[in-house]
């Protein structure tokens, strides 16, 4: 048996967001640079472990609205428009910087990279999914959901129908695309309420995530501390993350994204360059937005950047590959001597981290494979949930406490003042959404479509990422106009359904425009009793 298990765990998510009027969306382009930067390139490290048979797992969290735009055929073309705007832009800047040997290097790799990924995008017909279900199919890769809009559920789920209607649309999509249920979901930032276990039990749902005071604090309290599951009341098991191992992956300040020989986020030629050169690849508008092509690296705390130099970030993420490797081996050897079963190092993160904050991440994730993979003695094993809970069927019975992985770990970022006044508009309209639900039982035609919109406009609308993006202040006016314009499709649906007075040009307009999981049914939000 080995000594102690290691899962790491990739949450992948972006809001919806599908713009039918405008090619060059501000909004999409987080869609575009976390493709770019993050997707793609673990999927190549997947790929590259499996060609060379390096042993690996890996759990990763795809949430519906990322898979819905991964899906959607204007999204994909949007991106392969972006796409080969970035390679002639690295092809561009190869030249502009022959004479230069210190940008000339970086802009190579550049235009390699961007080669590469195109070439994997035409390779699966612009739909990543098909990727994803090829790792998944090929037995390292545990693909998993998460809540249908990634609702922050304590607090929209006042009513237990909506948390249920996140649940189910969530397994539903993901069975649609994967062609199997989820073993586990991704509770959204990691927040948890007490009972919602049970509705996750009703779908299937084997296993969840909680932040480690949502385990630290449970009751009663853990044997086994966050370093094995508990079972909740309903028999879902709870794992907790490790704060030692988050905290030198996650810091800036602390972990291994800020050392000085990593490329720079912050500097990127869409600001530096001359304007008539660098116009045709920024916003329409004019307004300067990052381009992708970044020439610095991190030097130090100063606003003084020296340039980037592959080479040395590719030797420091190895290295620093090692060192995780080597914390993680002393880590488990403590533990062993305190527990009567393997500790289990739960090792979860952001995707969007490896590869598009921390440009080197997915470097890091393959050298580790590849290093533990290469050692004589094996320090741990990596490990899925899943695969752990077939190993190990016996836990402990407990109630973990309402948690997230939130500043100060509670909610205190999705209810405050910038953003609280949303919940109560929530709140109303998830009354009438259910009221519609449990009174039209057998809809169709157009008053079928409207309904299973109004649904739809009301769980996009529930999305935790508007409130959030309100606290942080960053397009914060489009964090508004996107909570109204949702709230304001769903009232109109609603009052046009009471009134008897839909309008078949509208409704179809709003199918068009929000067209997110185009299998839906309204009764998702009926009462079960």
């Not at 022959?98 to 550049?110: G, K, N, Q, T």
Request: proline share 6%.
């Amino acid at each position: 048996m080995p000594h102690g298990y290691v899962a790491l765990v990739l949450h992948a998510h972006l809001p919806y967001v599908r713009d039918t009027e405008d090619d060059f969306s501000l909004a999409e382009k987080w869609f575009h640079e976390a493709v770019t930067e993050t997707y793609i390139p673990l999927i190549h490290v997947c790929q590259r472990l499996n060609r060379d048979r390096v042993p690996y797992k890996l759990t990763i969290s795809l949430s519906p609205p990322l898979t819905a735009m991964m899906a959607d055929n204007l999204v994909q073309e949007h991106y392969r428009r972006y796409l080969e705007r970035l390679r002639e832009l690295s092809a561009r800047e190869v030249w502009r910087t022959r004479s230069d040997p210190r940008f000339h290097l970086v802009a190579r790799m550049y235009q390699d990279l961007f080669e590469s990924i195109y070439r994997t995008y035409l390779a699966y017909g612009g739909n990543l999914i098909n990727a994803f279900r090829e790792l998944q199919d090929n037995g390292n890769v545990e693909i998993i959901t998460c809540a249908a809009t990634h609702g922050y559920l304590p607090l929209i789920g006042l009513q237990r129908e909506v948390v249920r209607a996140q649940v189910e649309v969530a397994v539903n999509n993901h069975r649609r695309f994967f062609g199997r249920p989820p073993a586990g979901l991704w509770l959204p930032e990691c927040a948890y309420n007490p009972g919602d276990d049970a509705i996750l039990r009703d779908y299937g749902i084997k296993y969840f995530f909680v932040d480690a005071h949502g385990i630290l604090y449970a009751t009663p309290r853990p044997r086994y501390s966050i370093f094995a599951p508990v079972y909740t009341p309903a028999g879902v098991a709870a794992f907790g993350r490790d704060l030692e191992s988050s905290e030198q992956v996650w810091s800036a300040q602390e972990g291994y994204p800020g050392d000085f020989d990593y490329r720079e986020f912050y500097r990127d030629i869409g600001y530096d360059l001359d304007y008539e050169y660098i116009k045709p690849y920024i916003h329409p508008s004019g307004l300067r937005v990052d381009t992708g092509l970044k020439y610095y690296r991190i030097t130090g705390k100063s606003n003084y950047k020296e340039p980037y130099v592959p080479e040395w970030a590719s030797f420091k993420a190895h290295t620093h590959a090692g060192n995780f490797l080597f914390n993680r081996e002393h880590q488990i050897n403590y533990l062993a001597g305190y527990m009567d079963r393997p500790p289990l190092i739960v090792c979860p993160y952001d995707a969007e981290l490896f590869g598009h904050w921390w440009f080197e991440g997915p470097q890091f994730l393959e050298s580790l494979f590849r290093q533990v993979a290469g050692l004589a003695h094996q320090p741990f094993t990596f490990i899925t949930p899943s695969e752990y809970l077939e190993r190990f069927p016996v836990n402990q019975p407990a109630t973990p406490c309402m948690s997230s992985w939130g500043n100060n770990g509670y909610n205190e970022v999705w209810l405050e003042g910038s953003n609280d006044w949303i919940y109560r508009h929530l709140h109303h309209a998830a009354d009438e959404m259910i009221r519609l639900a449990n009174q039209y039982q057998t809809a169709q035609g157009l008053l079928l479509r409207a309904l299973n919109q109004a649904a739809r406009e009301l769980l996009v609308a529930q999305s935790s990422d508007w409130a959030f993006i309100m606290k942080t202040g960053t397009m914060v006016d489009y964090a508004v106009q996107r909570t109204k314009k949702h709230l304001l499709n769903f009232w109109d649906l609603t009052r046009a359904v009471d009134n008897n007075d839909l309008d078949p040009e509208k409704v179809q307009a709003m199918e068009e425009a929000n067209n997110i999981f185009p299998d839906i049914h309204y009764r998702v939000f009926a009462s079960t009793n």
